[in-house]
């Protein structure tokens, strides 16, 4: 088995281990790459009431990206130990539902590509395409799997894991009155975006306001964050986003569907390490040790904020005018025009 994906899968199956009794897992499917088989799983906890509000997190969707996975993996094993002294914690818990699918493309980690075992790009690979114009071959295309960003055959079903992840995102997410998502990728730029949808147009998201609340929130809570928080398209747009065809699922339903995509800026670990330009993995991933910690460390107050605002909800989602100014102010500040 290849090193990239051994010691991941190897601290999965310890936090399995070490917290059966506080953890529903299931295997999705097995994602067979030759010889070899790896079970895609889920991991949920906390309440499992249809409504109870829910957050889901997604890691290695594309596999030469690990570093998703590793901050998921980090975080849920930091997030259960303090399960096991905090009963304040395990109170909130409660009230709301936690979802991770740390590990979706298991295959490519194995492989260190972005594509499964089959040459698929999973973000390229939903049965939805943009009516306006993306970048040629990154917007994803259907020419091969020799090229990447291949989308799969046009008459062809999505691939299982793709499927995998709009099943668990469907039966843990979208059922329920709120819920957010969170896609861990890496690999773009000097800064780490949090980015949301839309992808395959520059049309404004349905629930620009709710996402504009969200940020609001937490620039207030931590005006000295990393983040630069913007829609997908004002960078590129693409075909097949798994994210925006799970939206248009929801689009006529009153539950609110959050997805957001935390875009880890790689290109500053390979600036101040710039030997790692010779690896393929250092152009995605923080290679040094002391350096893959910090990492790990960053993101935990934003995935810990995010676990207390599908908590609390009802406290700070907008309604009435104030949802209407935060659609005018998420217009004017994401799209550059009022409402």
């Known amino acids: 088995m290849a090193s990239a994906v051994q010691p991941i899968l190897q601290a999965l199956d310890r936090i399995i281990e070490e917290n059966a009794a506080r953890l529903e897992v299931r295997t999705l499917c097995e994602v067979v790459d030759g010889g070899r088989s790896f079970p895609l799983r889920s991991l949920c906890l906390g309440s499992a009431s249809p409504e109870a509000p829910a957050i889901g997190f997604f890691g290695g969707v594309h596999g030469l990206e690990r570093i998703g996975t590793q901050v998921l993996l980090s975080f849920l094993a930091s997030f259960l130990e303090q399960l096991r002294w905090d009963e304040q914690l395990d109170r909130q818990l409660a009230a709301v539902r936690l979802v991770f699918m740390p590990l979706v493309n298991p295959a490519g980690m194995s492989r260190s590509t972005r594509s499964n075992a089959n040459g698929v790009d999973l973000m390229r690979n939903a049965p939805l395409d943009s009516r306006e114009r993306v970048a040629f071959l990154v917007g994803g295309q ?19 894991e793709a499927l995998a992840l709009c099943e668990v995102v469907r039966s843990e997410l979208l059922c329920r009155p709120f ?3 969170l896609d861990c990728h890496s690999g773009f730029g000097l800064r780490d975006r949090i980015w949301f949808p839309h992808a395959h147009t520059r049309r404004p ?7 504009h609340a969200l940020v609001a929130l937490f620039n207030r809570l931590w005006p000295e964050h990393p983040y630069l928080f913007e829609p997908q398209s004002r960078r590129y747009l693409t075909h097949g986003d798994l994210w925006d065809f799970l939206c248009s699922e929801n689009v006529r339903s009153e539950r609110v569907f959050l997805p957001l995509t935390l875009e880890m800026g790689s290109w500053r670990w390979v600036r101040k390490s710039p030997r790692q330009i010779l690896s393929r993995l250092g152009l995605f991933n923080p290679l040094p040790p002391d350096r893959l910690q910090r990492v790990q460390r960053n993101h935990l107050v934003w995935l810990n904020f995010l676990c207390r605002a599908a908590w609390t909800y009802r406290e700070w989602l907008p309604a009435g005018e104030e949802r209407a ?15």
Do not use: C
């Open 325 to 339: 100014h935060h659609e005018r102010t998420g217009l004017a500040e994401w799209f550059g025009r009022a409402a």
């Open 142 to 160: 259907r020419l091969g799997s020799w090229l990447p960003w291949y989308r799969g055959p046009s008459d062809g079903p999505m691939e299982a």
């Open 205 to 211: 998201f349905a629930r620009l306001a709710e996402v």
């Open 179 to 181: 819920s957010m998502a």
